[in-house]
């Protein structure tokens, strides 16, 4: 088993619509949670962190942490097709020196 | 530079050959990671390095596999003898503490 999980997709959604992406993840010392969008041919780009348990806006996008489920989110929010990428979720322990990534989320959103 | 700088972007290298990957990290930085992906699949460690010593080397695959960081800013990771197994993306990502920001990598093709 993998440290951490994630659906693979693809996932296809229609503009303006609701996405959730989801990871699990078995190692209970992870602090720090990110989430990448990954482009073609382009190198992750971070989107937003988090650390430890709870919710964090920002714009379209939000991050939930549950560590008691060992469980994250990334919602995003009246989807655009220009978000139409892999996601890749990430978490650290410790702190700034061991990044584990899941596998990836390939979202489609078609105009 | 305001981002990680990673070079070359594509390399096409011939089984048999020795090819040298470069990573100029951000600025500052003291931590800095090496990745492979391959297709369809998430960054899967390779070695960190903390300034110039190399803290963490258990992801590479081989002992053909060889990464430096002399000066503590400046990273190269070295492939000796090249196999088509080899053949993926190369992602340099450096770390001033809790998020890691990543170059664009390095796309190596061994043919």
């Known amino acids: 088993q993998k440290e951490v999980e994630q659906d693979p997709g693809p996932l296809s959604v229609p503009e303006g619509a609701i996405v959730s992406l989801n990871c699990t993840y078995s190692n209970s010392a992870f602090q720090y949670f990110m989430w990448y969008r990954q482009y073609s041919r382009k190198g992750p780009e971070l989107l937003m962190y988090t650390y430890s348990s709870g919710n964090k806006e920002d714009g379209r996008f939000t991050a939930q942490v549950d560590k008691s489920s060992k469980y994250i989110s990334l919602f995003i929010r009246d989807s655009q097709p220009s978000d139409s990428a892999t996601y890749l979720c990430a978490m650290s322990y410790p702190p700034g020196q061991n990044f584990v990534f899941g596998p990836g989320t390939r979202l489609s959103v078609l105009p | 530079g305001a981002g990680v700088s990673q070079s070359p972007r594509y390399k096409v290298a011939k089984r048999g050959q020795d090819v040298a990957l470069r990573c100029d990290p951000i600025?500052?930085?003291?931590?800095l990671f090496w990745y492979q992906q391959a297709l369809g699949q998430g960054p899967e460690f390779l070695t960190y390095?903390?300034?110039?010593?190399?803290?963490?080397k258990s992801g590479l695959p081989s002992d053909r596999f060889f990464a430096e960081r002399p000066e503590g800013s400046v990273s190269t990771l070295k492939i000796q003898r090249t196999q088509q197994e080899d053949s993926a993306v190369y992602l340099c990502?450096?770390?001033?503490?809790?998020?890691?920001?990543f170059g664009q990598g390095t796309r190596l093709t061994v043919v």
């Open positions: 990502a450096s770390s001033s503490d809790r998020v890691a920001f």
């Open positions: 600025s500052g930085h003291v931590s």
């Open positions: 390095f903390q300034n110039e010593a190399q803290l963490d």
